[in-house]
């Protein structure tokens, strides 16, 4: 079973879902829209091929990604920091195949910032959500959340620590899981 991660930055998750024995899948290629992304270099070092572009077209962008991914056989998407919105093209091929990570409780914090929303905002509890995605931004259905509790002394970054490290090992489990029951 092969699947694609999309990536456009940092790439901590990605390296995370490498790093996870016994993994359901075989993660055959990285997407991303970066070029010089730290995410492709990271890719590179556990040998999985990568497919970088930049298009501003979306209709023609998502041809040229499924093309890419057809012939690559790939038959999961996994978003990880993927800052683009998928169209129509894209979720027609892949429909209920295409996950997202998100670092908030979603619906709350959604788009960019997420962590540094929830620390201005106050409120006492974030966490992490993987979920289906849609056409919307960090909308479609939950598959699972976890809370993180947002502590006294917080800083936004101790707190994005924090959520890093839920996020690292809740991804590849529900991977997992959601691959095993298929
Ligand atoms: C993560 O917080 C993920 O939840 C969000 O984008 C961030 C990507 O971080 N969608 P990284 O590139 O995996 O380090």
């Given at each position: 079973?092969?699947?694609?991660?999309?990536?456009?930055?940092?790439?901590?998750?990605?390296?995370?879902?490498?790093?996870?024995?016994?993994?359901?899948?075989?993660?055959?290629?990285?997407?991303?829209?970066?070029?010089?992304?730290?995410?492709?270099?990271?890719?590179?070092?556990?040998?999985?091929?990568?497919?970088?572009?930049?298009?501003?077209?979306?209709?023609?962008?998502?041809?040229?990604?499924?093309?890419?991914?057809?012939?690559?056989?790939?038959?999961?998407?996994?978003?990880?920091?993927?800052?683009?919105?998928?169209?129509?093209?894209?979720?027609?091929?892949?429909?209920?195949?295409?996950?997202?990570?998100h670092?908030?409780?979603l619906?709350?914090?959604?788009?960019?910032?997420?962590?540094?929303?929830?620390?201005?905002?106050?409120?006492?509890?974030?966490?992490?959500t993987?979920?289906?995605?849609?056409?919307?931004?960090?909308?479609?259905?939950?598959?699972?959340q976890?809370?993180?509790?947002?502590?006294?002394?917080?800083?936004?970054?101790?707190?994005?620590?924090?959520?890093?490290?839920?996020?690292?090992?809740?991804?590849?489990?529900?991977?997992?899981?959601?691959?095993?029951?298929?």
């Amino acid at each position: 079973l092969k699947a694609a991660v999309f990536a456009s930055g940092t790439g901590s998750n990605f390296e995370a879902i490498m790093e996870t024995k016994h993994l359901a899948c075989e993660i055959a290629l990285l997407v991303c829209d970066k070029a010089g992304a730290s995410v492709i270099a990271k890719a590179e070092k556990y040998g999985v091929p990568t497919f970088v572009f930049d298009a501003p077209d979306k209709a023609t962008y998502e041809k040229v990604i499924i093309d890419k991914l057809e012939e690559s056989g790939i038959s999961w998407i996994f978003l990880a920091g993927y800052m683009r919105i998928a169209g129509p093209t894209l979720l027609r091929s892949y429909e209920g195949r295409i996950l997202n990570i998100h670092p908030s409780l979603l619906p709350a914090f959604p788009g960019v910032d997420a962590i540094g929303q929830a620390f201005r905002a106050g409120v006492g509890t974030t966490g992490v959500t993987v979920h289906y995605i849609d056409e919307g931004i960090d909308t479609g259905p939950i598959i699972v959340q976890e809370k993180v509790t947002i502590l006294k002394d917080d800083t936004e970054e101790s707190l994005k620590k924090r959520i890093q490290q839920v996020e690292h090992q809740l991804y590849p489990k529900v991977i997992n899981q959601l691959l095993q029951s298929k």
